[in-house]
């Protein structure tokens, strides 16, 4: 069965550390996700909401939190692992270095060779559906030739809305899912 990978949002997830931990906790309550990767660009108090969602999901019982691009800080509130954008394979090494499982963020042949080369875990292959704001989407078809060329470490990402995407990515050959808005439902309720 296909893993599934949430990605937070502010928008659904708030930027304080006791919205973020409640949804948090509704998901993973839920048992709606296999990963967690906690992302907001734009938080003046990321380190402070990485640190109570560290917690909270060690306290949960769910080790598979990822944060966002902060190598030192993932491992410093004990994540499991960083996520990296296709401007850090640079980082990979590193991150590797410090026991963190590493996803990197892949959008082409040549960044997920790369990526592999480096050392990363999976990659995260984008978009494959229409998703708002990130360019003409990869498609099944490209999706299933990445697979067949790179292996079972390709998580699917990009517009990934309902069950029936998720059957069409798992059966082009992704190991894993991920998204944003698919596990809105999951939160019960928005925090903004």
């Not at 517009?159 to 998204?179: C, D, K, M, N, W």
Request: glycine share 6%.
């Amino acid at each position: 069965m296909i893993a599934a990978y949430a990605i937070t949002d502010p928008a659904y997830y708030g930027s304080t550390p006791h919205a973020l931990c409640t949804a948090a906790s509704r998901l993973i309550a839920s048992r709606g996700c296999d990963w967690l990767c906690y992302r907001d660009k734009q938080n003046s108090a990321y380190a402070a909401c990485a640190e109570a969602l560290s917690f909270t999901c060690k306290a949960l019982g769910f080790e598979r939190l990822l944060l966002h691009h902060d190598v030192a800080l993932a491992q410093s509130v004990g994540a499991y692992g960083v996520h990296l954008t296709s401007e850090r394979s640079d980082r990979i090494e590193e991150a590797k270095a410090l026991g963190l499982f590493v996803v990197f963020s892949a959008h082409s042949q040549a960044d997920l060779e790369r990526a592999f080369a480096l050392g990363a875990d999976a990659c995260t292959y984008s978009p494959i559906f229409p998703t708002p704001h990130k360019g003409a989407p990869k498609g099944l078809d490209d999706l299933k030739e990445k697979t067949a060329k790179m292996g079972d470490k390709i998580i699917a990402l990009g517009g990934i809305t309902t069950p029936l995407h998720v059957r069409q990515v798992e059966e082009a050959g992704a190991f894993a899912f991920a998204s944003i808005r698919y596990f809105v439902p999951f939160l019960e309720e928005t925090h903004v």
